[in-house]
């Protein structure tokens, strides 16, 4: 038996309790990659915090995280039907459903925002998905996730040409399908625009298969509820014109706003421990770059621009701040 499977066995809360307290041995150790790099990106999209207000926002963030971790796991060990029952309150199903009745298919956008896992087992209800899958480091583990995921109506294809190809026959078909497209491409698949006002390399899969069908594009989080009893799904009609144009920098740099727009309302939910950021022009790799020239970087960008965003301002994101 893989030992993943141990996870069935065990309740969520019991995981999530372990999960918040290895949140707080984390952030006792300032210098361990997830907590720097979480630190660099806040330094990044959110230069105006005070030191207060960044430290407060990074417990939330490794807390967020660490739970959405476990979340994912007891996803995975269990039936989907065992996800789909914790999921409580539907935010604007209609805008879902309108778009999986559109017939040039849906996509459905999915950062890595909240615990998408879950939100998975529960958007399979509706039909049967082409999703891209990369299997996971390690024997064991990409066994345990593959089999997880195997369990749900979706059929997975590689995250190649082969697997594009298969997504845009679903959309051509009506069918729908789901993609994350905050991940950082390789340089010939990506476009250079802004996200977070951080001109940063984005990927153009979303927006090609768009413009190419036509389908209907339609936001989805699931985020855990304040009350800690199972989780919201979150739904976004994502219709501005620019996300279907054919000028790759444009189409991108409108999901990249879209993406923001999802990523406010829940901000600490938000998968800030990945390096989003580690292709920007002039820069570099912020997360290896010396502390001074992240400094004057911040420092010379920021001053051009007039949007810096200040999470701090959204009562959505600092939902657990005081769990």
């Known amino acids: 038996m893989n030992p993943y499977q141990v996870f069935k066995y065990v309740p969520l809360s019991v995981l999530q309790m372990l999960a918040r307290f290895v949140a707080w041995i984390m952030m006792l150790l300032p ?6 790099t979480i630190k660099i990106n806040m330094t990044l999209v959110a ?21 959405s971790s476990v979340e994912s796991i007891k996803s995975w060990a269990m039936a989907p039907k065992w996800s789909i029952a914790q999921i409580r309150d539907i935010h604007n199903q209609d805008i879902l459903l309108e778009g999986l009745a559109s017939p040039n298919g849906m996509l459905a956008i ?33 066994n345990f ?73 339609v936001g989805v989080s699931c985020i855990r509820r304040i009350d800690g009893r199972g989780f919201d799904i979150y739904c976004y009609k994502l219709d501005d014109p620019d996300l279907y144009d054919r000028n790759a920098s444009i189409s991108t740099y409108a999901l990249n706003q879209a993406m923001e ?25 912020p997360y290896n770059a010396p502390e001074s020239a992240l400094t004057d970087f911040v420092r010379a960008t920021h001053t051009s621009r007039s949007d810096a965003y200040s999470p701090m301002d959204n009562d959505a994101s600092n939902s657990e701040q005081n769990k």
Not at 31 to 36: A, E, M
Not at 119 to 137: C, D, E, H, R, S
Not at 268 to 281: A, E, L, N
Request: hydrophobic share 40%; net charge positive; glycine share 8%.
């Open 145 to 217: 996730v593959l089999q997880g995921r195997s369990r749900l109506n979706a059929t997975l294809v590689p995250t190649d040409g082969s697997g594009v190809k298969a997504i845009f026959k679903t959309l051509k078909q009506g069918g729908f399908s789901i993609v994350l497209p905050d991940h950082v491409p390789d340089p010939s698949g990506g476009e250079v625009v802004p996200f977070f006002g951080v001109e940063t390399l984005t990927s153009t899969l979303a927006s090609k298969l768009a413009s190419k069908t036509k389908c209907a594009l």
């Open 47 to 67: 230069p105006d915090l005070s030191g207060h207000q960044q430290q407060t926002l990074i417990k939330d963030i490794v807390r967020n995280q660490c739970l």
């Open 31 to 36: 210098d361990l990659s997830i907590v720097r």
């Open 261 to 285: 727009m999802m990523i406010k309302e829940n901000c600490s939910h938000y998968m800030w421990g990945y390096r989003r950021f580690k292709q920007i022009p002039i820069l570099g790799n």
């Open 110 to 142: 999915v950062p890595h925002l909240g615990t998408w896992e879950m939100m998975n087992a529960w958007l399979n209800q509706f039909g049967a998905p082409t999703i891209m899958y990369k299997p996971v480091k390690g024997e064991l583990t990409n």
